[in-house]
């Protein structure tokens, strides 16, 4: 069992940056692949960004490509999502997941966390 625990959002002005943190519980966490995904209402779940269970093999939308940066610290049970030069178009509710495969489809992942706001300003 992992429970995954999300925080760092909040509300910052387009061009701003935050940083989300994703903690998790359970000593297997290091075995995980760990996702980060967003929600607006009315629209699925989008997959944001991936890390396998090493942090050697990373996964970006295109929508975030060098803008957002996915990081995990197997020693602390934490994932991590560096969000520079956010716009708009950003702002969603943000999760993270957690999955013994490498990207399965969104409803397969085994663990979610409860979600955390955030809202980037024009």
């Known amino acids: 069992q992992v429970q995954l625990v999300e925080s760092g959002g909040g509300l910052v002005q387009a061009g701003g940056s935050l940083r989300l943190s994703c903690a998790a519980s359970?000593?297997?966490?290091?075995?995980?692949?760990m996702g980060w995904f967003r929600q607006t209402p009315g629209k699925e779940r989008e997959l944001v960004a991936a890390?396998?269970?090493?942090?050697?093999?990373?996964y970006y939308a295109d929508s975030v490509k060098g803008r957002f940066t996915i990081s995990r610290d197997n020693a602390k049970n934490t994932v991590y999502l560096q969000m520079n030069s956010l716009k708009p178009d950003d702002t969603a509710v943000y999760y993270c997941?957690?999955?013994?495969?490498?990207?399965?489809?969104?409803?397969?992942?085994?663990?979610w966390g409860q979600g955390t706001q955030v809202t980037v300003s024009s």
């Open positions: 997941a957690a999955d013994r495969s490498w990207l399965p489809r969104t409803n397969e992942y085994d663990y």
């Open positions: 359970g000593r297997t966490f290091r075995t995980y692949t």
């Open positions: 890390i396998a269970w090493s942090g050697g093999t990373t």
